[in-house]
């Protein structure tokens, strides 16, 4: 936390709207739509409800395809499960990132055109939006920006999340910026926004007796919650230069040790670097995480492609290894921006004694 949550989730409850309305929600949404630029955002429960919501709002069921970046979280692609769709993988590249090569491949050899593309931004470091953008324009495919881990990154400029018909931000515990839980969902697509927040509500037509047409969900974000995103907004690009101060620090320390390389920030790009992720060419990183742990330090392997989940066993991928590799050869590193200089050469230390 900032400081600042206390003072906001005070105001909340001198006003007593503890519910998923109230002025926190509106001063919440316009923060992310100053911040990044775009037009129209609505305040959820989590990212995972507003991937899903905009599945919903482009009409995607049962029966269609839906591409998605293979080296994600689950939670970029549970939504193509909830609508009954087939989700189908696509690589990696050497930016860690989808492969644009890949991703054309896919649509080429498909024998019936996916409706959407959902992009995750890795670790907070953008994709290949040039190319990514234009395939998906040439070949008329709803692109999905999950930007659950990169609120605060830009590519040429532009804030991530941004680029596409929707993008998402979440506010989970873990992310760079957190109301405990909790997601946005952006679009410059007005109607596409109002519609979304409809079946964030329980999708009640609008009568005073309750009439349904359609069923909803129950995805509104707390005006609680909102009072601690107002805050948190307030200081993202503090948060990303001190991720990236502690991404520099990682990779100074480190330089002496050849078998470490980082994860890349593409030309373009200016990652919000919400994990420090490092491969390593000869020692395992199970090692690694075993010593930190025994000095009381979490870290984590790189998250485990989609396509090699067991859930996933008859999906469909466009894959040729690279991020296989990845998730046997990388680590994510300790980076909490509350983290002290001195606390992260503990991690150094202890890596370097495994290296
Ligand atoms: C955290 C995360 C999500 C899910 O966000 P929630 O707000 O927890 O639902 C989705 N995709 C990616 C890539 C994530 O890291």
């Known amino acids: ?115 959407v593309f959902i992009l995750t931004h890795l670790y907070g470091q953008v994709a290949k939006m040039d190319e990514i953008v234009a395939i998906c324009k040439e070949e008329g495919i709803y692109l999905i920006e999950d930007a659950a881990e990169s609120l605060g990154a830009s590519y040429r400029g532009q804030q991530s999340g941004t680029f596409g018909d929707f993008g998402v931000y979440s506010f989970n515990g873990n992310k760079i910026l957190t109301t405990s839980g909790g997601g946005v969902l952006v679009s410059d697509n007005e109607e596409w926004i109002a519609k979304a927040k409809f079946l964030s509500t329980q999708a009640k037509e609008p009568f005073l007796y309750y009439e349904h047409e359609e069923y909803g969900y129950n995805y509104r974000m707390s005006n609680v919650l909102a009072a601690i995103g107002v805050a948190q907004v307030e200081v993202l690009d503090e948060r990303v230069e001190r991720k990236r101060e502690i991404f520099n620090f990682y990779q100074e320390k480190f330089k002496s040790i050849d078998e470490i390389s980082w994860m890349p920030e593409i030309e373009g790009g200016r990652g919000n670097r919400w994990l420090s992720t490092m491969l390593l060419d000869k020692t395992n990183p199970m090692k690694i995480i075993e010593a930190l742990e025994l000095s009381s330090i979490d870290s984590r392997p790189l998250w485990k492609p989609m396509h090699m989940q067991p859930l996933f066993r008859k999906s469909r991928a466009f894959v040729d290894g690279t991020s296989e590799t990845l998730f046997s050869r990388g680590l994510c590193l300790p980076s909490p921006t509350s983290a002290s200089n001195k606390e992260l050469m503990r991690v150094v230390e202890v890596i370097k004694t495994v290296c």
Request: proline share 4%.
């Open 1 to 115: 936390m900032s400081g600042k949550e206390q003072k906001y989730i005070d105001e909340v409850f001198k006003s007593n709207y503890i519910a998923p309305f109230g002025s926190f929600i509106t001063r919440f949404e316009e923060s992310i739509k100053a911040y990044t630029g775009v037009s129209n955002a609505l305040a959820l429960s989590s990212a995972t409800a507003g991937l899903h919501l905009a599945l919903r709002v482009l009409g995607i069921g049962r029966g269609d395809t839906v591409l998605a970046s293979s080296f994600t979280f689950i939670g970029s692609v549970n939504c193509i499960l909830y609508q009954g769709a087939e989700p189908i993988f696509i690589d990696s590249d050497e930016s860690w990132n989808v492969s644009p090569i890949l991703l054309k491949k896919a649509i080429r050899e498909l024998p019936k055109k996916p409706k």
